[in-house]
């Protein structure tokens, strides 16, 4: 059962914020929410995690809701170089599932149109 | 920074055929996932170690094994080559410093069989 869910597909104008969202509406206490996304057949890249506090780095932000049964990537001002596919992903985050695997999908399909 | 490094970049195999797909992880980092991914799909987790042992299994199949060596590095082998191996296949890596911790991904293995 998918623990996420996106939309499959969204444009951005250059210059631009894009607002990617994601329900995780069964996420568990120890449950974090991580973003990934893939650049055409490139190696999934690591965007940004957090488990319940809003969190920023040099990438992206990360706004978390207070129920977090959802949350928010915002890229700031999205170039053509972050057209890819976005996934938001729900992992268990403890050390007796040290290991555990990323799953991945279905994402969305961030175009940023010049 | 040094990144997760995987080898050959491509590989063309017949059926039938054994391949050897190699993970050097970032320096420092105790874990490794492989990942496959098939032309229009999103990546699908096969196995991860954790300090050399196996710590989650996917949907990897029985004719390929997997092993992390001493050095952290990882080779998953494939035997029976089929034509529907023909995927990417990704290694990533992560440090248990924490029990919260990304995963860094390589920039993949082609491998086509025919």
């Known amino acids: 059962d998918a623990k996420t869910t996106q939309p499959p597909s969204m444009d951005c104008d250059e210059g631009r914020a894009a607002n990617l969202p994601c329900n995780h509406s069964?996420?568990?206490?120890?449950?974090?929410v991580y973003w990934y996304r893939q650049i055409h057949s490139q190696g999934p890249q690591y965007i940004i995690h957090?488990?319940?506090n809003n969190e920023t780095n040099e990438m992206a932000s990360l706004i978390i809701t207070e129920d977090r049964k959802s949350s928010t990537l915002i890229l700031p001002h999205a170039t053509l170089r972050d057209t890819a596919v976005y996934y938001c992903?729900?992992?268990?985050?403890?050390?007796?599932?040290?290991?555990?695997?990323?799953?991945f999908g279905p994402g969305t399909r961030l175009s940023v149109l010049p | 920074a040094a990144g997760v490094i995987q080898s050959p970049r491509h590989l063309i195999k017949e059926k039938r055929e054994t391949a050897t797909l190699k993970c050097y992880p970032i320096p420092r980092h105790d874990t490794v996932y492989w990942y496959q991914q098939g032309p229009g799909q999103d990546p699908q987790f096969l196995i991860s170690f954790y300090e050399k042992m196996q710590s989650d299994k996917g949907s990897i199949p029985d004719r390929f094994s997997a092993q992390q060596f001493s050095d952290y590095h990882s080779e998953l082998n494939m035997s029976s080559l089929e034509l529907g191996d023909s995927a990417l296949y990704f290694c990533a890596s992560s440090f248990r410093g924490t029990a919260n911790t990304e995963a860094f991904f390589g920039q993949g293995t082609r491998l086509t069989v025919v």
């Open positions: 957090g488990l319940k």
């Open positions: 992903i729900v992992r268990v985050e403890d050390w007796d599932n040290y290991g555990q695997n990323f799953v």
């Open positions: 069964t996420i568990s206490g120890n449950e974090y």
